[in-house]
């Protein structure tokens, strides 16, 4: 299980270190891919008008990254309204000191916050317990592995514990949530084409709907080699800050056309005009399939919600089953479940 936050189109970074993994998972695992649109307003509910919006995006680019809704289950997660009533019921067992020790909230806060007064300010009682609603998020598909990177971990850890309480409190011997195991993923570092971290919000990035011809002007501007003044001057693949590394995503290290382009850069026998040239189409070539799939669903909107509420009922459907059990475990009537 996992999910993304509905917050615009999603670049090559999202691609290269969510998307692919995924797409591998999927035909692995019983597997549950989710656009969290409540996350996104922990931190963007003043922008609420832009979250629909957002979920077709997010959902066009999964579909055109090749996220398949015949093989997983794709959905919006306020379209399983289960999954909130399960945040309810774990927040009555959640301690407050648990959410206050999230380390990853003290970064949330730092980033939307210049000042402790602004913090206070910025911290709701949403973002307080969106470790809750993460947990729910997993533990309503009784999620087994969760793709996540390293700094992810503490999330994972607090889902776990959420399980373990339960599990002790009213399982009664009985195992009614698995405790959830974090399945660490590569996660390349996309850079910029300023070579800094690669995100939308630095006005930086290369993103999956781009047109080719978008993306060519945008690979043109890559930053290169900063010591290699003039064409005859031999250029440093190390000290490429970013079309090499790009090349050493898009092709095999050591290969013939890996190796071509490392000898004509450090023999001068490519200027790095003709360099990014060249990187752009390998780009647009890789992504041209994509970019089509995509399309596709762009025109077809119908279909697209036809995909979504399909896999929203998918989705409802289990997460009622477990709803059922917590209720029963719990022995209370779940009042909701019978309307
Ligand atoms: S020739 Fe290519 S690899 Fe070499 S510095 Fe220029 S852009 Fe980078």
């Known amino acids: 299980m996992s999910g993304m936050r ?3 189109r999603l670049h090559l ?34 922008n609420s008008q832009e979250i629909d919006r957002n979920i077709l995006e997010v959902a066009l680019d999964w579909l055109g990254a090749g996220i398949d809704p015949d093989q997983c289950t794709l959905y919006v997660q306020s ?8 945040h309810l019921i774990l927040s009555m067992l959640t301690k407050q000191n ?19 007064e602004e913090a206070k300010d910025k911290l709701t009682y949403g973002m307080l317990g969106y470790p809750v609603l993460m947990a729910a998020d ?9 793709p996540v990177g390293k ?5 994972l850890e607090f889902a776990r514990n959420l399980a373990r309480k339960f599990n002790s409190l009213y399982g009664q011997g009985q195992e009614i949530f698995p405790e959830p195991k974090p399945r660490f993923t590569e996660t390349p570092l996309l850079k910029g084409i300023d070579g800094q971290k690669m995100g939308k919000s630095f006005n930086n990035d290369i993103k999956l709907a781009d047109t080719a011809e978008d993306t060519a002007a945008k690979v043109k501007k890559m930053i290169t080699d900063r010591t290699r003044i003039a064409k005859s001057d031999p250029g440093h693949t190390d000290l490429c800050e970013v079309p090499w590394p790009f090349y050493n995503i898009f092709l095999p290290k050591e290969s013939d056309a890996w190796l071509k382009v490392k000898t004509e ?34 025109k077809d909107e119908a279909q697209l919600y036809k995909v979504l509420e399909h896999g929203n009922q998918k989705a409802r459907k289990v997460a009622k089953a477990t709803l059922a059990q917590v209720y029963e475990a719990m022995k209370m009537k779940n009042w909701s479940l019978n309307r």
């Not at 379209?79 to 399960?86: H, K, M, N, R, S």
């Not at 360099?275 to 390998?282: D, G, H, I, P, R």
């Open 79 to 86: 379209g399983v309204p289960e999954i909130a009533e399960l």
């Open 13 to 46: 970074g999202h691609y290269f270190g969510v998307l692919v993994n995924w797409v591998e998972f999927q035909s692995q695992y019983d597997s549950y891919f989710s656009i969290v649109d409540w996350h996104a307003l922990t931190t963007k509910y003043e």
């Open 98 to 116: 648990w959410v206050e020790r999230e380390p990853t909230l003290k970064d949330m806060v730092r980033m939307l916050a210049t000042d402790e």
């Open 138 to 146: 997993i533990l309503s598909f009784k999620g087994e592995l969760i």
């Open 6 to 8: 509905p917050t615009g």
């Open 151 to 155: 700094d992810q971990e503490s999330h």
């Open 265 to 298: 850069c450090e023999t001068a026998q490519i200027g790095c005009v003709d360099c990014k040239k060249n990187l752009a189409v390998l780009i647009n070539e890789y992504f041209a399939p994509i970019r089509e799939r995509r399309e596709k669903f762009v």
